[in-house]
């Protein structure tokens, strides 16, 4: 069974920065892509940053220039760096991960139990 547990959130003054990760851990064949989500309250989740295992990336354009998302392929993690932080990017923070567990199936999403991000103004 996969299990995706992020790390790395808390409390933060408006301007400071957060290192989140994400590791992947079970029974995985191949890992197409990882990335973060968040949602606040009252509010859908929404995509802040992918990347796939060949490292092409994309940024939701809220947080491009300030955030950076990267991997380990070998070790099923993804880290998200989160600079110039401020108050709108409080939410809860969600891995995610698609990925198969057999060769001969289709890539499915699996998601983490969420970390929470505050920022303070």
């Known amino acids: 069974q996969v299990q995706l547990v992020e790390s790395g959130g808390g409390l933060v003054q408006a301007g400071g920065s957060l290192r989140l990760s994400c590791a992947a851990s079970?029974?995985?064949?191949?890992?197409?892509?990882m990335g973060w989500y968040r949602q606040a309250p009252g509010k859908q989740r929404e995509l802040v940053a992918t990347i796939t295992s060949g490292g092409s990336t994309n940024y939701a354009d809220s947080v491009k220039g300030r955030f950076t998302i990267s991997r380990d392929n070998a070790k099923n993690t993804v880290n998200l760096q989160m600079n110039s932080l401020k108050a709108e990017d409080t939410a809860v923070y969600y891995c995610?991960?698609?990925?198969?567990?057999?060769?001969?199936?289709?890539?499915?999403?699996?998601w983490g139990q969420g970390t929470q991000v505050t920022v303070s103004s």
């Open positions: 995610n991960a698609d990925l198969k567990t057999y060769r001969y199936t289709l890539s499915i999403d699996y």
């Open positions: 079970g029974i995985i064949f191949s890992v197409n892509r």
